[in-house]
């Protein structure tokens, strides 16, 4: 059984950083496309960062430049560090898996920017 | 970007009646759409790719039509299961993949 579950949320001061995990079972996160999607309270679904089996990376353009996605094979995680946090980061941060569409989601985790 | 358009934003429907949602896409993205469910509180879950196949597990009462810039979901009889926040996202032109802004279904 497919499994995403997603950690490391929070409330953050803007400004501030934080490292989002996504611990996977049930398959293998190297072998799939990965991707970080969010969804801000009450507003609909924003994709935010892929990374592909063969480890190349792409952002959202609202993320450029802050945000990395990366992967730990030997944990079968998926992370996504966070800097420089503003107040429209707030979401919650999903973890899918998908090439093209997303047929797996974990149960998401809440980052709160807010001093 | 392919900008993603849903309508109507909010689908006012009573038990037992079909439902149309409609997405639009800025240009053409073939047959690679996808609908989403999304219920409050909880995950969305994928119910339609390739804008009319069905994911696993989701009823016959669900189904998916259209290609290039225009598709709809049609739910035929609503269940009360139903009521949710539905959403399309393409998958042609990625990165970024963009989604539409979500159609509520609610109770009449």
């Known amino acids: 059984e497919v499994q995403l579950v997603e950690s490391g949320g929070g409330l953050i ?16 996160v190297s072998s799939n ?15 935010v960062s892929v990374i592909y089996t063969g480890g190349s990376t792409y952002y959202a353009d609202s993320v450029k430049g802050r945000f990395t996605i ?3 094979n030997s944990k079968n995680t998926l992370y ?3 800097n420089s946090l503003r107040a ?21 985790t809440l980052v709160t920017v807010s001093s | 970007e392919i ?10 429907v009573s038990p037992g009646e ?4 409609s997405c639009r896409a800025s240009q053409s993205v073939g047959s690679n759409l996808a609908w989403y469910q999304q219920k409050p509180g909880q995950v969305p879950r ?19 039509s259209g290609s290039g810039t225009e598709f709809t979901l049609t739910i035929s009889s609503l269940q009360s299961e139903d009521f949710a926040v539905y959403y399309c996202q393409q998958y042609n032109n990625w990165p970024p993949w963009t989604f539409g802004q979500g159609t509520k279904v609610e109770i009449k």
Not at chain 1, 35 to 42: D, K
Not at chain 1, 88 to 108: I, L, N
Not at chain 2, 46 to 63: E, K, M, V, Y
């Open chain 2, 18 to 21: 079909r439902a149309s949602l």
């Open chain 1, 80 to 82: 996504l560090q966070m």
């Open chain 1, 33 to 47: 496309y990965m991707s970080w999607v969010r969804q801000a309270p009450g507003k609909g679904l924003d994709w």
């Open chain 1, 13 to 28: 001061q803007p400004g501030g950083s934080l490292r989002l995990s996504c611990a996977a079972s049930g398959f293998t």
């Open chain 2, 46 to 64: 994928l119910l339609i790719d390739g804008a009319s196949t069905r994911a696993a597990g989701i009823p016959a009462r669900f189904s998916g």
């Open chain 1, 70 to 72: 990366s992967r730990d």
């Open chain 1, 88 to 108: 429209e980061d707030t979401a919650v941060y999903y973890c899918a898996r998908g090439y093209g569409y997303f047929q797996d989601w974990g149960q998401g």
């Open chain 2, 3 to 12: 900008v993603m358009t849903q309508s109507p934003a909010t689908l006012s």
